[in-house]
């Protein structure tokens, strides 16, 4: 069965980096798109950034661009994401997300596996 395992979350600074790992199985990884979402204390799920199949595309929410960097690596069926210059608005679990097809869509709606996700908190 498809099993997501999100891991790297914890508690930054303001200003500071994090990196988080998202290991996949039970599917043929490289054949489909991931991304990342994250869900703030009463909030809604957000989509954050998103990965093609053949890593040939990237996507950000604007609030994350040029901070957030997502890569894979599909010899190791690893998706990550790489946050430097953290905010506390930040704060929030975040999920990696299995996608429908090879296109990483900025939406939740096009994602039908989700990991159990890894809480990042940003504060001095």
């Known amino acids: 069965q498809v099993q997501l395992v999100e891991s790297g979350g914890g508690l930054a600074q303001p200003g500071g980096s994090l990196r988080l790992s998202c290991a996949a199985s039970g599917f043929t990884f490289s054949n489909y798109a991931m991304s990342w979402a994250r869900q703030a204390p009463g909030k809604g799920l957000e989509w954050v950034s998103g990965?093609?199949?053949?890593?040939?595309?990237?996507s950000y929410e604007d609030s994350v661009k040029g901070r957030f960097t997502i890569s894979r690596d599909n010899a190791k069926n690893t998706v990550y994401l790489q946050m430097n210059s953290l905010k506390p608005e930040d704060t929030a679990l975040y999920y990696c997300?299995?996608?429908?097809?090879?296109?990483?869509?900025?939406?939740?709606?096009?994602?039908?596996?989700w990991g159990q996700g890894t809480q990042v908190t940003v504060s001095s």
């Open positions: 990965i093609y199949s053949d890593t040939r595309y990237t």
């Open positions: 997300a299995k996608g429908l097809s090879g296109t990483a869509r900025p939406t939740i709606h096009e994602y039908d596996y």
